[in-house]
């Protein structure tokens, strides 16, 4: 019998442990929606906007697999394990928010983004172990789908505050508008506020006697996280060479449609291809920030249901649902030329998002190694973040050479590749659930 039984926890609980996922999300909600426009107003040329992005994808590539793998080997009677981590990136992201609106020049900015970035990581990565850490396996989906609601309503009120503040904090101060100040300083008060909330309601179980044995025999070292993350990889379960199939094509379709879905919009509802100095592509601009908040919206609405779902179908049925949902709107949408029909098309779209938050963990979570969590929710991190590489480098010449730099075959591209990673799910080989359950009775899990 598994003696290390975790006690099942009150719903309220599973929504205080994740609070902090709220203030980590509003801040990468910012990066998305509000440091473009600064680097424009700074003086960036359109060719340097990728390469002035390029911090989020590479921090996370680099960051999180090493923050795992540290934070499975720390432990403190009075910190924790998972704790000090995400505390730590909290304060760096909050200490960049505030000083962010400050930026007198663009590689000033560019520079600060890349402290953000890292803090967010930082306090991201350890945020998936810490579920797995602390519920036992019928609460993990409703611990996975609270960080989706998170994520989705903490972007939604950013997609909120950029529309509003501007009404109500008007003129510049220093070389940026007034309204940027007041989201980067609310973005900075949510962060480390958020945080401190789950810390304070949320304690940690403590490891076994024969985890804090293992601690003691590998010690951390400047080289164990990179040893660590090389053997996790070596040792990775089938289903995870399986996800990451899935994660390339998911994950290159989602930066395509963030980065053509304007042009989409003004090419489709507004008839124009003009970018530059055109008033009528601003309000396509501004039309794509409502859509792209019901997105957001349809996602915290729905993140609770697809556990209910999950346990039903199993997880690996609801993503693939779910992905086909997201692919058939994306097909849809560079088609619809009124503006308000884009709204029911993206709906399939928020449906897919919120899968993507969550339901892949419940996937491959069961056949993760307990005493590896960290190092494997990095490396899981590492499938979303190379994909988005792949096609910063690659999909310019996608674009140019086979798509005639047109945004609406772009997002169609994206559509077709999210059906290909549902296709790709429906090949994962995951345990089910009634083998996952007889492991929890019987000792095999956790």
């Known amino acids: 019998m598994n003696m290390n039984i975790k006690p099942k926890l009150k719903f309220i609980d599973i929504i205080n442990m994740n609070v902090g996922f709220f203030g980590i999300q509003y801040s990468f909600g910012l990066q998305q929606s509000a440091v473009n426009p600064i680097y424009d107003m700074l003086g960036a040329s359109p060719h340097e906007i990728p390469l002035l992005n390029l911090a989020g994808p590479m921090t996370g590539l680099l960051i999180q697999p090493i923050i795992g793998a540290l934070s499975d080997k720390t432990w403190s009677p009075r ?22 609106p400050f930026s007198s020049s663009l590689w000033m900015a560019a520079g600060l983004l890349w402290i953000l970035d890292v803090g967010n990581n930082t306090a991201m990565e350890p945020y998936r172990a810490f579920i797995a850490d602390k519920l036992n396996d019928d609460q993990q989906p409703t611990g996975f789908q609270a960080q989706s609601f ?8 950013v997609n909120l505050s950029i529309f509003i503040f501007p009404m109500l904090f008007l003129g510049t101060t220093g070389s940026l508008p007034t309204w940027i100040y007041a989201s ?19 304690p940690e179980i403590p490891p076994t006697p024969e985890e804090l044995e293992e601690m003691k025999n590998s010690p951390l070292s400047i ?30 379709a989602l930066f395509c449609f963030w980065q053509n879905s304007a042009k989409s919009i003004a090419q489709s509802v507004y008839k ?5 100095n055109n008033p009528t592509y601003s309000e396509a601009v501004s039309w794509s920030g409502l859509v792209n908040g019901w997105y957001n919206i349809v996602m915290f609405i729905v993140a609770f249901s697809l556990v209910y779902f999950a346990k039903k179908y199993t997880p690996k049925m ?4 779910c992905l086909m949902l997201a692919g058939i709107g994306l097909l849809a949408f560079p088609m619809i030329e009124n503006k308000y029909l884009l709204f029911p098309a993206i709906t399939g779209f928020g449906i897919g998002w919120a899968s993507m938050m969550g339901i892949p ?3 491959v979570v069961s056949e993760i190694p307990k005493e590896r969590y960290g190092v494997y929710m990095g490396i899981i991190n590492m499938m979303i973040v190379i994909p988005m590489l792949l096609q910063t480098v690659s999909f310019g010449y996608i674009l140019e050479n086979f798509l005639n730099d047109d945004p609406g075959k772009a997002i169609t591209f994206a559509g ?7 296709v790709a799910t429906v090949l994962i080989k995951a345990k089910p659930p009634k083998e996952i359950n007889e492991n929890i009775n019987f000792g095999g899990g956790h």
Do not use: E
């Open 272 to 276: 124009t291809n003009v970018y530059q």
């Open 318 to 321: 609801v993503h693939v649902f």
């Open 79 to 100: 910190f924790g394990r998972r704790k000090p981590y995400f505390f730590i990136g909290a304060l760096m992201c909050s200490i960049a928010l505030l000083i962010y």
């Open 361 to 363: 963990y419940l996937i």
């Open 150 to 157: 998170f994520t989705g309503l903490g972007q939604t009120l």
């Open 416 to 422: 077709v590749l999210l059906l290909i990673a549902a």
């Open 223 to 252: 080289f164990s996280p990179i040893i660590d993350i090389a053997s996790a990889i070596k040792d990775m379960p089938k289903v995870l060479w399986q996800l990451a199939l899935v994660y390339l094509f998911q994950w290159y």
């Open 184 to 202: 980067f300083f609310l973005g900075a008060a949510c962060s480390i506020g958020s945080v401190w909330w789950s810390m304070k309601t949320t």
